[in-house]
């Protein structure tokens, strides 16, 4: 049996091997003398990895200072920094923008540029250009003056007129005033309007083309003469109905009787064909600014019947188109393409250029254009226009035959309200068609008929 003091001896051995020191390196000592441990000197290995964690410690004691300074200016170095990456952005280069097409001018829109620039001499309208071409317009000078000193005298809000030689296409007068917005005058005969009751004559086109009314048909309606509401536009089987012709209705711009030829009688198909020959939806006037009129197919009987009566505000047209439709019914149903300048002469006085007609389509038949001519007789004599072709007495102030339609709506650019009148004259024998546009925005100052009688005076003044 082993003692005690052996017992406890064993038991520190684990420790000194923790310490690194085994039995083998432990001095003898006497009984009662203590103990004395020495820690063994590293080696080898052990060494090694002391050496390294020194120098690591170094590296950290050294560069605490640095780093305490770094930190101190970190906002400095930002902004170092991101001014060096702004460098690099400033100095890459931009990638190339794709060139723009050229702008191509048409020589229609050339010379009414010039309009603003002509010298009127009698009836003798020029304009030269900076490379010395003098451009004779079509243009009749006397009617052109005294149309626009009438609008400007007036100061009417917005104004346009435009006439035409039906046979040819020739633009006798081209003229704009606005005592609001000048610049509007400008491009006004090329924008858009609601077209209202002009639009009554591509209604009767669509019916007279499919032989479906005549100038002397009788036709049913109810409510107002001039009701915009097409749901009382319903004839009453049981009778009891307004009755009127085709050409009365005409020339009174009779809403409930136009807005069913076009839904009970004609039909939605015969109208937007109708739509299609006049040139609406599409690019009619190649070579002009004139934007393309509109006319979108109504969706229900309801839409069908405002626009055949012409109660349809987004139905647009311009005065130069609706000028050229006049024209062309003046002109038995063919449409001539609108000619600005007769000719252009060089700077040694040679012609270069000469006006010479040309037919872009045909709206209707002779047939159908002589019908309409006679239905748009009566606005002049029985109609809308009566009053402003006709002193106190009743006595024409004009000795020609007039066929007119007139048009009266409110739109919104520029806001006010719409008054059309488009004509044609001689009856038996047209040598001007027209079409005035004047717009009010509040009272009114002068109607587009007044414009009419004032181009129609001066035109046959000398006949």
Known sequence: MQDLKHLSQKKTLPVSRLLGSGSGNRRRKPDGEPVRTRLAVPSGKYLRRLKLSLLFVAIVLALAPLCFMALRQTKSAHSHIKAWIASFAATAPKPAEAAKPPVVTSKFEAVSDLLSTTEINGSRVSARTPEGLEHIYTIQGDLQRRVHDFLAKNEVPYGVFVAIEPSTGRILGMTAYSSIDPAWARRSMYDLYPMASLFKIITASAALENHKITPESVIEFRGNAYSENPRY??????????????????????????????????GKTSVMESVSRFG???????????????????????GLRLMGAGLDHEVKISPLHAAVIMSAIANGGKMMAPGLTSSIIDAQGTEQETFAPRELRRLVTPETSASLTKMLSSTVLTGTSRKAFHDRRGRPLLDVSIAAKTGSIN??????????????APIQNPQIALVALVINPDKWKVKASQVGVQALEEFFKKQ
């Open 233 to 266: 536009w319903d004839i009453n089987p049981r009778g009891r109905n307004n009755r009127l012709d085709a050409t009365y209705a005409m020339g009174k711009s009779i809403n409930p009787v136009y807005g069913r030829v076009a839904s009970d009688i004609a």
């Open 280 to 302: 609406f939806n599409q690019e009619l006037l190649p070579g002009t600014p004139a934007k393309p009129s509109q006319a979108a197919a109504p969706v229900s009987n309801h």
């Open 411 to 424: 739109g919104t650019d520029p806001k006010g309200h719409y008054s059309w009148f488009a004509a044609f």
